[in-house]
């Protein structure tokens, strides 16, 4: 297949480009900067410059291509709402062309274990939790993909963890070990008992590549290695790394010390793979969390000034 893909230089982006190249599709990625068309030629992928507010270009994409998988998302916070406006419109735009085409056409959107109600497990046909400001944003975008089950394309959403691990930035966990870097030690709140689900991002791309393969329409899938692990060791395995003490923080002074980062760094967000598995004969193999963290810990301090 020939297979468009947004947010196709980023973290997970590169993973997934990587992943449908060998297994020996095509690919057309989306970039926004001359850098990011050089990476992409670099895997022997093209590239097509363009941003996700270009809802032209991402029609041009989709159209020329047998399939889209959308990772790219504006990590805007101070206007999150905003953020997820453009998300809708995007997955409109490409969605629309897709439907209105000939054949066989897949559609896989990125979404977030952490649109889950908390403290319990998520599974894959549970919805967003409403509740949530930040879910009751973006949950939307899961809506308007799978609407388009309807009109014929083989649409499926793909919810990536809180912490998806490897070479690079590793989500929430490169965060808390970011901050551990800054203030020289390594934190969690309270007694540390809450989870964060996990992934390598190479586990991952396999998740999106077997999703634009053979998902059917109105799928919902969870790229989960591990379905929780405990903050406290991951904070402990970062301070380990870093040769830093680890300390829990009363939830009172949780703010002062990790900020915006208070409310994931508390969250409890654990979620089962099982039908995904199932679905897509999906196996996780590559390394844990916790054995990345050196990896992850490694990178941070590469970028250090």
């Given amino acids: 297949m020939r297979i468009f893909v947004t947010g196709s230089t980023g973290f997970v982006g590169s993973a997934v480009v990587k992943e449908l190249l060998s297994a020996g599709h095509t690919v057309l990625g989306l970039t926004r900067s ?19 507010q270009d809802l032209e270009v991402l029609k041009k994409g989709a159209s020329e291509s047998d399939a889209v998988i959308h990772l790219a998302f504006i990590h805007d916070f101070a206007n999150f709402a905003g953020s997820c406006a453009t998300d809708r419109a995007a997955i409109e735009a490409m969605g629309s062309v897709l439907a209105a085409a000939d054949g066989d056409r897949a559609l896989v959107v990125t979404s977030g274990t952490m649109m889950l109600a908390p403290g319990k497990l998520g599974k894959e046909d549970d919805g967003c939790d409403t509740t949530n400001p930040m879910a009751a944003a973006r949950g939307p975008s899961e809506s308007v993909c799978l609407g388009f089950a309807k009109q014929g394309v083989r649409a499926s959403v793909v919810r990536l963890p809180p912490t998806v691990h490897g070479p690079g930035s590793s989500g929430f966990t490169g965060v808390l070990a970011s901050i551990a870097l800054q203030k020289g030690v390594s934190a969690y709140v309270g007694e540390g008992q809450n989870h964060w689900c996990a992934v390598h991002r190479d586990d991952a791309a396999k998740v999106y590549r077997l999703a634009a393969e053979k998902a059917t329409p109105g799928s919902v899938f969870h790229a989960v290695a591990e379905e929780g692990v405990r903050l406290q060791d991951i904070a402990t395995e970062v301070g380990k790394r870093l040769d830093i003490p680890v300390f829990s923080i009363p939830p009172e002074e949780a703010e002062s010390y990790l900020g915006w ?43 250090l000034p």
């Fill in 34 to 52: 001359d850098k990011g068309a050089d990476q992409l030629k670099t895997q022997g992928a093209e590239a097509l410059h363009g941003t996700l």
């Fill in 261 to 303: 980062f208070q409310l994931p760094a508390m969250a409890d967000n654990t979620a089962s793979s099982a039908q995904t598995r199932e679905r897509l004969g999906w196996f996780p193999t590559r390394s844990t969390v916790l054995e990345d963290i050196p990896t992850i810990v490694d990178f941070l301090k590469s970028q």
